[in-house]
C-alpha cells in the first residue's frame, strides 16, 4: 500500500514537473524568437495605431512614427510608438550607450563597457554634442571653450576617396583635450565679429555675425598658410532612420546640378565613399552630406570625436603619410599619442556600434504643433511663395529599408537632403563633392522646440545664427532669391513665417 502511494505520488510529482518544464521551454522559446529570430521591424501591436485617426495628418511629422511628447526637454529622445520588443530593446542599449561619460582604453587583459575614450578627442560622451539628442550651443565668447562641436581643419587637395586632404600632423578635426600624458593638439577658442548689418522693409534691423578662429599652442608643428576652418556643432538626432528611408532615386529626382528648370536652384548629391561595401555611394548625413548612412556617421563620430576605434575605424591611415598605420586616431607625428595605452579589440564593439545605430534609426519625430493656427497658416503659405521649399521638400514618403516600422511613411521634414551652394557668407571647407560653399538642407521638423529642449536658439553648422531670422537671412547663392523676398516682405509677414517655422 505504501509503495502504490508513493509511486503515485513520484508519478504526480513527475508529470507537475513535465508541465512546468514545458511551459518554462515553451516561454524561453517565446523569448527567444522575440530576441534572436524574430525581425527587429515590426509593429508590437497592428492594430494599436488607431490613435491616430483623431489627428489631423499634417500633426503627423513622421507619419506614424510621430510622438506626440512635446511640452518637456526630452521631446527629441522619444523611442518610435508601438515598436517591436526587439527594436524597442536595441533602442534602449543604444540609448545607454550614448548617454554614457566614457573613459579612457585600459591596459590589455583588462576593459570594461565604458572604456576606450582618446588618446585624442573633443568629447566624452556622445551626448556632450547631442544633448537630449538636440542640438549643440556654440560658445559665448573667446575665454569659452568649444563644448559642444569642434573646428574642422584642411588644406587644398583631395585624400583618399576623394576626400578632404588634412595638415601635415593633424587629423581632420583639431583634438582639444587628450588623456593624461598626451598633448592636446592645440587651444581652441571663437571670437564672434558683426559680418553685416541691414534694415529689413518696415524699418527693422539686423546684425548677422561670424566666428573667427583662435588657435593656439599647436602640438604638432604650425598649420599651414592655406589650412581652411570650419566649426562645425552637433546637429539633432532623431528621425535619422526615416532621412535614410527616403529613396535614392527621390535625390536624383530632384537634383538639377545645371538649373535646367531655371529656377534658381541646382542641388546636388554629394558622392562619398563606402567604408563597409567599398565604391561610391550617396551621402545624406552631416552638414556637407558626407557621411552615407547612420551606421558610418555613427563610428566615423565615435573614431574622430570620441577617440574610439570601431568596426569601421579599426586603424588609422594618414593621408600624408601613405605607410602610416595606426590603431588609435593618431597621426605620424603625434609620438606621445601613438605611445598611449592601445586596447587589443574595438573600443566600440560591433555590439555597441549596432545599438547606437538602431537608437539614432528608430527615435522619434515630435508632432507638429497649431496646425490649424491662421498666423501659421499664413507663413506656410509665404514660405513657399518665396521659394524655400525649393530646398525645404515638404511631403516625402519612404521607401524600403533595414528596418520595415520605417517604411511607407509619409513623412514631413522639410529637407531635400541635397548640396546647394549658400554663397560666400557660409563659406566653409570642401568635404569629397561638397565646394566651400555648399552644404546640405537641413531638416527642419522640430525647430520649434529647439529653445525648449536644448535652451537656445542658435542655428547653421557652427551656430553663428542667433534665431530662425538671422539663419534666413544668412541664405545667399541659390537661396539668395527667397532671402531678398523675405526681407521685402512686411514685418507682420516676417512673423507669420516664423511663427509658422515654429510649429514644426
Not at 43 to 72: I, Q, R, V
Not at 134 to 140: E, H, I, S, T, V
Not at 327 to 347: G, I, M, Y
Request: proline share 5%; glycine share 10%.
Amino acid at each position: 500500500m505504501s509503495n502504490t502511494s508513493n509511486k503515485k505520488g513520484s508519478s504526480l510529482f513527475l508529470k507537475v514537473g513535465l508541465a512546468v518544464l514545458a511551459v518554462s521551454t515553451t516561454a524561453l522559446g517565446a523569448q527567444a524568437y522575440k530576441t534572436v529570430w524574430a525581425p527587429y521591424n515590426a509593429y508590437e501591436n497592428p492594430n494599436a495605431m488607431g490613435y491616430l485617426d483623431k489627428e489631423n495628418p499634417k500633426s503627423l511629422t513622421g507619419g506614424d512614427t510621430t510622438h506626440f511628447h512635446s511640452t518637456s526637454g526630452e521631446s527629441f529622445a522619444q523611442e518610435i510608438p508601438n515598436m517591436g520588443w526587439g527594436q524597442s530593446a536595441a533602442f534602449d542599449r543604444g540609448d545607454g550607450f550614448f548617454e554614457r561619460e566614457l573613459r579612457p582604453a585600459l591596459a590589455p587583459g583588462f576593459s570594461s563597457n565604458n572604456d576606450g575614450l582618446g588618446p585624442h578627442y573633443n568629447a566624452t560622451f556622445c551626448e556632450a554634442c547631442h544633448a537630449a539628442d538636440g542640438r549643440g550651443a556654440p560658445p559665448k565668447n573667446e575665454h569659452e571653450p568649444i563644448m559642444e562641436g569642434f573646428v574642422r581643419v584642411s588644406i587644398p587637395g583631395k585624400g583618399p576617396h576623394g576626400a578632404s586632404l588634412s595638415p601635415p600632423g593633424y587629423g581632420h578635426q583639431l583634438s582639444d583635450k587628450s588623456v593624461a600624458g598626451v598633448k592636446p593638439e592645440a587651444h581652441v577658442r571663437v571670437k564672434w565679429v558683426e559680418a553685416e548689418t541691414g534694415v529689413l522693409q518696415g524699418g527693422e534691423t539686423y546684425s548677422l555675425r561670424k566666428p573667427e578662429f583662435i588657435i593656439k599652442n599647436l602640438a604638432y608643428g604650425p598649420l599651414p598658410d592655406d589650412t581652411m576652418y570650419e566649426m562645425r556643432l552637433g546637429p539633432q538626432v532623431f528621425g535619422l532612420g526615416l532621412l535614410e528611408a527616403i529613396k535614392e532615386e527621390d535625390l536624383l529626382a530632384w537634383a538639377d546640378p545645371d538649373d535646367k528648370d531655371g529656377d534658381g536652384i541646382s542641388g546636388r548629391v554629394n558622392t562619398v565613399w563606402d567604408l563597409e561595401r567599398g565604391g561610391n555611394a550617396i551621402g545624406r548625413f552631416g552638414w556637407k552630406a558626407n557621411s552615407f548612412d547612420v551606421r558610418q556617421q555613427s563610428a566615423e563620430a565615435a573614431y574622430f570625436d570620441l577617440g574610439m576605434n570601431n568596426p569601421l575605424f579599426f586603424y588609422r591611415y594618414d593621408d600624408q603619410q601613405k605607410d602610416h598605420k595606426a590603431r588609435q586616431n593618431c597621426e605620424p607625428e603625434q609620438t606621445d599619442c601613438l605611445q598611449a595605452v592601445q586596447s587589443d579589440d574595438f573600443e566600440m564593439t560591433p555590439a555597441q556600434l549596432t545599438d547606437v545605430t538602431s537608437y539614432l534609426q528608430t527615435l522619434g519625430v515630435v508632432y507638429r504643433r497649431d496646425v490649424d493656427n491662421p498666423v501659421a497658416l499664413k507663413g506656410e503659405s509665404l514660405f513657399a511663395e518665396a521659394g524655400c521649399i525649393g530646398c525645404h521638400k515638404t511631403n516625402i514618403t519612404t521607401g524600403e529599408t533595414e528596418i520595415a516600422r520605417l517604411e511607407n511613411q509619409l513623412i514631413h521634414p522639410y529637407t531635400d537632403l541635397l548640396l546647394h551652394d549658400m554663397g560666400e557668407g557660409l563659406i566653409g571647407r570642401p568635404d569629397f563633392d561638397a565646394s566651400r560653399t555648399e552644404w546640405r538642407t537641413q531638416p527642419l521638423w522640430g525647430i520649434g522646440r529647439i529653445e525648449m529642449v536644448n535652451g537656445h536658439t542658435n542655428f547653421l553648422h557652427d551656430g553663428r545664427a542667433r534665431n530662425i531670422q538671422e539663419a534666413i537671412l544668412w541664405h545667399g547663392g541659390e537661396a539668395g532669391q527667397s532671402k531678398e523676398i523675405y526681407k521685402q516682405y512686411d514685418a507682420e509677414d516676417r512673423a507669420a513665417i516664423l511663427t509658422f517655422l515654429n510649429t514644426l
